[in-house]
């Protein structure tokens, strides 16, 4: 078999690719390891930048998300009981989506079986092959069967535990990674929302996020230990802790019951070099995580398959392939701020475990900073709903 696109992975990056190039005719096959279901399961990120948001409807799939995305305006950040409204309106003029991973990646998925788009689920072992030379394919097996797809072009859209990756040789990659020394542990519960502003609240106890996925539909975070596990955290110490790390003011409105999701994430910057390697594009997780502090996964994800999107593009339909080989070096330069952003965010509100006095007034002045300076807050504020693409 043959096709223009190979696209590994069905996660929000490789669908969001598939129906961008639908749009231009140009053809593509998704390869999914895991089910539409297990894809579906996951509960990711939340809030979706403004060039998210207008991606999802260049790519025709932007009509649910319009009608039941609740647009936020600003953000609260708290320290202990002081909190302190950023408004991305005032600062920057656009705003933010909160919208779920899940929702994206259904609306995806129901807009790819309507056009009748081929996708194969369960591809297990999932080979590229001469990515480097101008026979490139790919390999993978369904039910024990060995099948093969020659093509153009490979999206490896696989996420951080993908081949992809791997298939590029040591010898031309180069991995950037900082491993932080705390996890999040989330909960989803069907309660109200305790604000209708996301809360980011750092305390002396720990980080602490108070968000939402609709008006009954609360999903909120600790900073954990490492060494925790969910089975450690019962529901109601979850909400005990949380309320001890969010301003009393909003701990005394929480409605708390049972939680229907439960895991623990840890935290790390990731980013891998070149993010191309022949006719091998490497997009979203598949090239680089960032902590999830300043709500910039699955918003990287999408700027990188905007360049891609753009160079396959100017490719296929003007034969000019200027956009495609500038496609590493764009997508870079936009990932590493993003990745300084959530590092920036990260330790500006989390409690690290070797944290000196010096270091902890060094995090005060740098919060004390942030809400007296106007300044400081449109940073804030202009990274929070995206640097320009
Ligand atoms: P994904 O979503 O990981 O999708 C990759 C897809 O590829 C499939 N796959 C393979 N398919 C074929 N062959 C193989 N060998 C394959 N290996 C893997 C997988 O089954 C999957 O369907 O990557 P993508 O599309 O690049 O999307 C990126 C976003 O998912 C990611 O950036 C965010 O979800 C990151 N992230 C969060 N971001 C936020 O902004 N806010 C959050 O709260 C947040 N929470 C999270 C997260 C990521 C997590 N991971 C990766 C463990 C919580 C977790 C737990
Ligand atoms: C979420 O709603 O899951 C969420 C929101 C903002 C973040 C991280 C996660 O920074």
């Known amino acids: 078999m043959r096709t223009q696109v190979v696209i590994i992975g069905g996660g929000p990056s490789g669908l969001l690719l598939g129906q961008l190039l639908h749009t231009q005719g140009i053809e593509a096959v998704v390869l999914e390891r895991k089910t539409r279901d297990y894809v579906l399961g996951r509960i990711r990120a939340g809030i979706l930048e403004r060039g998210t948001v207008s991606l ?10 319009e009608a039941e995305g609740f647009v936020h305006d600003g953000t609260i950040l708290s320290y202990g009981d002081d909190d302190f409204t950023i408004n991305f309106k ?20 129901d807009a790819r079986e309507a056009a009748g788009l081929p996708t194969v689920f369960n591809a297990q072992e999932v ?11 790919v390999t993978y097996e369904v039910d024990g069967q060995t099948h093969r797809m020659d093509c153009d072009f490979i999206a490896g859209c696989d996420g951080f535990h993908g081949i992809s990756r791997q298939t590029i040789p040591l010898t031309v990659r180069k991995e950037y990674e900082k491993v932080y020394p705390f996890g999040w542990l989330g909960i989803l519960s069907e309660t109200p929302p305790v604000n209708d502003e996301l809360i980011y ?16 539909l609360s999903r909120y975070y600790i900073q954990c230990a490492l060494t925790d596990t969910v089975e450690d955290w019962s529901d109601a110490a979850f909400w005990e802790e949380l309320k001890r790390r969010i301003p009393k003011a909003h701990a005394d409105k929480l409605v708390t019951g049972p939680s229907i999701e439960k895991s623990i994430a840890p935290l790390r910057s990731f980013v891998t070099e070149p993010m191309r390697w022949g006719r091998l594009f490497l997009c979203g997780d598949a090239a680089h995580i960032v902590p999830p502090t300043g709500a910039k996964g699955l918003n990287t994800a999408a700027s990188d398959i905007h360049y891609l999107f753009e160079g396959l593009k100017a490719h296929y339909l003007e034969g000019d392939s200027a956009a495609l080989d500038a496609y590493s070096e764009k997508a870079l330069a936009r990932v590493w701020k993003a990745e300084r952003f959530s590092w920036w965010m990260t330790s500006l509100l989390h409690r690290f475990p070797d944290m000196s006095p010096a270091d902890l ?19 804030l504020a202009e990274n929070y709903v995206g640097l320009p693409y």
Do not use: P, W
């Open 361 to 379: 007034r060094l995090q005060q002045a740098d919060l004390d900073y942030l809400f007296a300076s106007e300044a400081a807050q449109t940073s």
């Open 201 to 216: 609240a750092a305390s002396e106890r720990g980080f602490a996020l108070c968000s939402m996925r609709n008006k009954n």
């Open 56 to 65: 999802m409807h260049k790519a025709g799939v932007g009509a649910r998300l």
């Open 90 to 109: 005032e600062h920057t003029g656009t705003s933010v989506v909160v919208y779920g991973q899940t929702e994206v990646t259904r609306d995806l998925y």
């Open 127 to 137: 080979q590229i092959h001469g990515a480097d030379s101008d026979s490139a394919h």
